[in-house]
Each structure stands twice: as C-alpha cells, then as structure tokens.
C-alpha cells in the first residue's frame, strides 16, 4: 500500500510541474469522506501549493470519479466557472499507485453559517444557473450522482411520512432529460469556498456528468434543508429558476430528496465538523417538510 509520503508522487510532482520541485510539507485538507485531500506545499514551482485527491483502494468506481473529475476540469477551463485547474491525473494509479488527481489550490474558504443567508443561498443558485448554462457534449458520461432508489433500505424511512408514496411515485418515473446539462454531482455548500462575500471556487468534480438539472438543484436543496431551513432550499429552487428561465422536473428534485436516510445523521457532524450550529434531530423534519412542499405544488 502506498502512502502520501511515497516518492512516486513526488515523481509524479515533478513530471507535471517541473524537475526542480520539491514537495515541502503535506497537510491534509478537512472533508474528503470517500478519498484523501491534501495541500502540497512546494518548493522550486511557480506556485506556493496544488491540491492533491488521492483515493483508497483504486477500485473501478474510484478510478471512474478520478476520471470524471479530470474531465470536468479541463471542460471547464477557459468557462469563468471557478473550479481548480487540473495539472495531473492518474485514474488508475499506473505513475502514483492509486487513482490521484493533482489541481490547483483555489483561494477562499467554506462558509456554512453565514451572516445573510439569504444571500448565500441566492449566490449558490447564481453559479448553479451559470454551470448549467454551459455546453454539454455528447462525449460527457452520464452522472453518476446518488442513483439510491433502487435499494430499499434507501428508501425505507420515507414509511409512514404521508407525502412519501407520492413523492417516491413522481421519482422513480423520471426519465432522462432530452437536454442534459453539465451536472456538477455534488453541487452544495460543503463543496463551495468563499472570499468576500462571493464563491471564489466550485470542487469536488468527481460525479460530474451529463443529466437533468434537478439533479444538482436537487441534491443542494437535500443538504440546505439537512443544515439550516427547508425555507432556504425552496428559495433556492425559485431563485435558480428564475435564473434560468426554466421549471425543473419536480421527480428528480424528489429523487434527490428521497436519497436522505439515517445515516445522515452521522455523517453530516463529520463534514460540518463544527464549523456551524447543528440540529441533527430536526433534519427529518426539514426533509419532509421540502418533499411535502413539492408534492402539493403540483397538486
């Protein structure tokens, strides 16, 4: 098994930034549930410190995020969507011994308690309107975002909530979009950093794909409604909308929704890791709250 201190990926460094640098320090990077994510601070570049995603095992599903995630990056350079650069990438781990993705340190921090939630919220619809809005080629792959509705257990909490037959009915006939959109996979606010009032970056490209956009609206809506109020996801969807002169598919709002489950619970303090005030036995509540907003919507 390989580490972060293997010489491969300084090797590795090298071949991609030049022979005379020299990674000084390693400083792992909080988040990361499924991968590693360090800072790389460098000595002899032309830049102070990269990023570097580095995965566990570097079976099939973690070769394919690495994958995806270069892809993305070098989709959206040039686009004015602040995502990293990508510098290297090695999805099956041939040069660094796992899938490893090398990109660059974008300024700002995440914010999950801000002063004006109102204008963050509406901050985050604005970028997502604008990644939506961008070209979507036939050689993206699909999303790989939460596809959970196929298993039970996935499911199994929606029993005895009175919205939950219908909203569970609405997901699983989605369909495909005929115009998919560049999908981000994991659009929220864990996966956004700030600087001066204004999201600075947008990571964490790893389910990027081809798809419907109330996948990503969605899936924000999900973790928003999880943190704060179900009043700040459903003015996220009306904002977003607004933007982007277009109502989203109510199922696939509702299948991202329906991908809440108890193990939320657990892992939502590790991501937050009190970074902001938490109500862990109100996110239930929160969820339903959204699901039976939507479901009445549409009568």
Do not use: K
Not at 192 to 208: E, K, S
């Amino acid at each position: 098994m390989t580490t972060i201190n293997d010489p491969r990926i300084e090797t590795w460094v090298r071949d991609a930034l030049g022979q005379d640098v020299r990674i000084a320090r390693r400083v792992r990077l909080t988040g990361g549930l499924s991968e590693a994510m360090f800072r790389l601070d460098l000595a002899g570049a032309a830049v102070p410190a990269v990023v570097l995603r580095r995965w566990p095992s570097g079976d099939a599903w973690q070769q394919d995020a690495s994958r995806r995630e270069a892809l993305a990056l070098s989709r959206l350079a040039g686009t004015g969507v602040p995502a990293p650069a990508l510098l290297a990438s090695d999805p099956q781990g041939r040069a660094t011994g796992r899938p490893s993705t090398l990109m660059s340190l974008l300024p700002g921090d995440v914010v999950l308690d801000p002063a004006d939630r109102g204008a963050w919220v509406r901050a985050m619809a604005d970028q997502l309107a604008r990644i939506h809005a961008l070209p979507c080629g036939p050689d993206v792959p699909s999303s790989s975002a939460h596809d959970h509705l196929g298993d039970p257990w996935r499911r199994a909490w929606l029993a005895g909530f009175p919205a939950g037959a219908r909203a569970l009915e609405l997901a699983l006939a989605v369909r495909d979009p005929a115009a998919p959109v560049l999908c981000h996979g994991d659009y929220q606010h864990f996966n956004l950093l700030w600087q001066d009032g204004a999201i600075c970056g947008v990571v964490d490209w790893t389910m990027a794909g081809s798809g419907d956009p109330g996948r990503d609206l969605g899936h924000c809506m999900l973790n928003l409604a999880v943190l704060h109020e179900a009043a700040d996801a459903l003015a996220l969807r009306a904002r977003y909308e607004e933007l982007a002169d277009r109502s989203v598919d109510i199922g696939w709002l509702l299948w991202e929704l329906i991908g809440f489950s108890p193990d939320w619970e657990e892992f939502i303090p590790v991501q937050v890791h009190g970074r902001a005030p938490l109500d862990v036995p109100g996110m239930r509540g929160r969820v339903e709250e959204v699901i039976t907003a939507l479901v009445r919507g549409i009568g």
